[in-house]
């Protein structure tokens, strides 16, 4: 079985530009999760999605956005990208609320 | 809030020596999850060991066990018999409840080194 899978693994992006980060979850699990990871610390909680609603926000900007599509796929928008913003963008799936995640190898932002 | 305290940022180990790594947490829930994750450089996080705040038994998944400690809120890593796999990121996550979604707050990190 298909662990979790994100796309692409690296991209580099100039300031102001607006990036979309893409997510598949394990086979059946309809919670997907976005963390961002700045080098040095610990993931940060973006978003949950469940059932294709969202059903919590982490501290962060409105410049950050994210939907889950009906087969549980997810995309993380980000607008106006600051050289802030550059960090690993962590997907995590899980089969209901409140069950085990699982992460998938993650997305390498860089903004220059 | 809750508070994930991970207070050793890098450990040194010599192969097939034991090693145990340090996380506190703080929540006021009465039910909480505690998870240990692995990242290798390549980045992904890879689940290691998970204890229920209700679990009356200490996790244990292969070499890995987990010191739960309700009363002093500690949840330590133990990995026994190191080998020079296990060099990596280890991170302390908390799942809690907090406006109806289910997130992971993680520590700091502790990288732990483990030498021939």
């Known amino acids: 079985d298909a662990g979790v899978t994100q796309s692409p693994t690296h991209l580099i992006k100039t300031r102001g530009q607006q990036v979309t980060l893409r997510c598949s979850p394990i086979?059946?699990?309809?919670?997907v999760s976005w963390y961002q990871q700045v080098l040095g610390q610990g993931p940060q909680f973006i978003f949950q999605?469940?059932?294709?609603?969202?059903?919590g926000r982490g501290n962060f900007p409105d410049r950050f956005s994210a939907r889950q599509f009906p087969n549980y796929s997810s995309e993380l928008n980000v607008n106006a990208l600051l050289l802030g913003d550059s960090a690993l963008y962590l997907c995590?799936?899980?089969?209901?609320?409140?069950?085990?995640?699982?992460f998938g190898s993650g997305t390498r932002l860089t903004v220059v | 809030a809750q508070k994930i305290t991970q207070t050793q940022p890098g450990m040194f180990v010599q192969e097939k020596e034991a090693v145990t790594l340090d996380c506190t947490y703080d929540?006021?829930?009465?039910?909480?999850?505690l998870f240990w994750y692995k990242q290798p450089s390549s980045g992904e996080m890879i689940f290691l060991i998970y204890q229920g705040s209700y679990d009356q038994q200490n996790a244990t998944e292969g070499r890995y066990s987990l010191n739960f400690q309700k009363a002093r809120k500690s949840a330590n890593l133990v990995i026994s018999a190191s080998q020079l796999g296990d060099s990596a990121m280890y991170f302390c996550?908390?799942?809690?409840?907090?406006?109806?979604?289910?997130?992971?707050?993680f520590g700091q990190g502790t990288r732990l080194t483990i030498n021939p």
């Open positions: 999605y469940y059932e294709k609603e969202e059903r």
């Open positions: 929540t006021s829930d009465p039910s909480y999850g």
């Open positions: 996550a908390m799942r809690g409840l907090i406006q109806g979604a289910q997130k992971l707050v």
């Open positions: 086979s059946g699990h309809k919670s």
């Open positions: 995590a799936s899980s089969l209901n609320l409140g069950y085990g995640y699982t």
